[in-house]
């Protein structure tokens, strides 16, 4: 059947049925959003040519099209035929167009009639009780259906925050029956959606963004940030009977802290930070990458020495650029060139480092970020602090 493969047949038809499927589009068009009905699908028949040449091809083409085509009691495609005239094979009536009349048509096709169902059950409870939150049926139609067991609990969550607006509560204190206490945290970033949908303005703080500005953006109790420090000169320490000054206070008590220090160490490895040697009037802070929210408030540190010691690659870098943001000030420590090149038995390879362009630097740190990012000294160069000799802390703090 000579190119018969270029002409439309029933499992291309389905195929390009179930593309609209996977992209959401049929279940969009029982929200009057996705394309319209009755659909035109693409076709391709013979040509005049084959006509001629193949006729028998032409015919089981013709047979087998018709044959997979929408019938009484049987939902599907629909096959509108033409009148062909032909010098050779005469007068005969050949597929043209093929359209589906209505979306039920279309899941009929490939098999989703129930899932079909499901959703417009889903769509038709949410219509009823919050019909504000249609339209996002409509742009996310087959997470929609992904949930369509939740919804009725969905549905439960947002009504009660309409009803509460910033209740100032954990996320866990939701008293709803039946719902179990992940249920929002599980589906944070649906709720928050529908949120936005569904409650008033004066509700929403639009400025906190992401999973992690959930809590504030809609009044929410939120697990206080907290920054742990160790007292390293315990004449200073605020509690001084304690034995070991290894302290977690939430950021709001950090920043209430006066200690009476003068300089301020920070350091991204928990051991390094366990093992940082005592020194005069000090303390040594765990970080925690990038993010220094929790010391915002702490407006003493801007009367102390800040050193900041992290990996010697482009993200350490990065995060003491962002520190600077806060502290200016703020001074690296065994994040140099010398200390980089003593060490080359310890390097590794930093995952997916950074290229763009760092403003906080000083010279030196400068020259050697702009090493490790075009690779210079390397491919991925990186050295992280854990493996620097103690030795050379002990010596650097000496200097200090």
């Not at 389905?14 to 035109?40: E, M």
């Not at 006729?55 to 013709?62: H, I, K």
């Not at 899932?115 to 742009?139: G, I, K």
């Not at 928050?192 to 929403?204: C, H, K, Q, T, V």
Request: some cysteine; overall charge neutral; glycine content about 6%.
């Amino acid at each position: 059947m000579r190119e018969s493969h270029a002409w439309t047949t029933p499992v291309q038809l389905r195929a390009h049925t179930d593309k609209l499927w996977t992209q959401g589009k049929l279940l969009a068009a029982l929200c009057d959003a996705g394309p319209t009905f009755p659909l035109r699908l693409p076709f391709k028949g013979p040509d005049s040519r084959a006509l001629s040449d193949d006729f028998a091809a032409v015919r089981a083409w013709s047979a087998a099209l018709i044959d997979g085509a929408a019938a009484p009691g049987r939902a599907g495609y629909r096959v509108v035929l033409r009148e062909v005239r032909h010098r050779v094979i005469g007068t005969n009536h050949l597929p043209a167009e093929v359209w589906l009349d209505t979306p039920d048509d279309a899941f009929a096709l490939i098999g989703r009639r129930t899932e079909a169902q499901r959703f417009r059950t889903a769509l038709a409870l949410v219509c009823e009780r919050e019909p504000m939150l249609a339209p996002w049926f409509a742009h996310r139609p087959l997470k929609a259906l992904e949930l369509a067991a939740h919804w009725p609990r969905l549905l439960d969550v947002v009504a009660w925050l309409q009803s509460r607006p910033r209740p100032g509560c954990y996320l866990r204190q939701v008293d709803l029956p039946g719902l179990d206490t992940k249920f929002i945290e599980q589906h944070q970033g649906v709720v928050a959606e529908l949120f936005d949908l569904a409650l008033a303005p004066e509700a929403i703080d639009r400025d906190a963004r992401g999973q992690v500005g959930f809590a504030q953006r809609f009044g929410f109790r939120d697990k206080p940030e907290r920054v742990r420090l160790r007292v390293l000169d315990p004449a200073v320490s605020p509690l001084p009977e304690l034995l070991d000054h290894d302290l977690a206070l939430t950021a709001a008590d950090f920043a209430r802290l006066r200690p009476a220090v003068r300089r301020v160490f920070m350091t991204e490895n928990e051991i390094n930070f366990l093992a940082f040697p005592q020194q005069p009037g000090s303390l040594v802070i765990l970080g925690a990458g990038y993010g220094f929210g929790a010391l915002a408030d702490a407006r003493w540190l801007d009367g102390c020495e800040i050193h900041y010691w992290g990996d010697i690659d482009t993200h350490g870098f990065a995060i003491l650029d962002q520190l600077r943001a806060r502290l200016p000030h703020a001074c690296s420590l065994l994040m140099d060139h010398e200390t980089l090149l003593d060490h080359r038995s310890h390097w590794s390879e930093e995952p997916k480092p950074i290229r763009h362009d760092l403003l906080r630097l000083t010279r030196p740190e400068k020259a050697l970020y702009d090493a490790l990012r075009t690779d210079a000294l390397g491919r991925r160069v990186r050295l992280e602090q854990e493996r620097i000799d103690f030795g050379r802390l002990q010596a650097a703090l000496t200097r200090l």
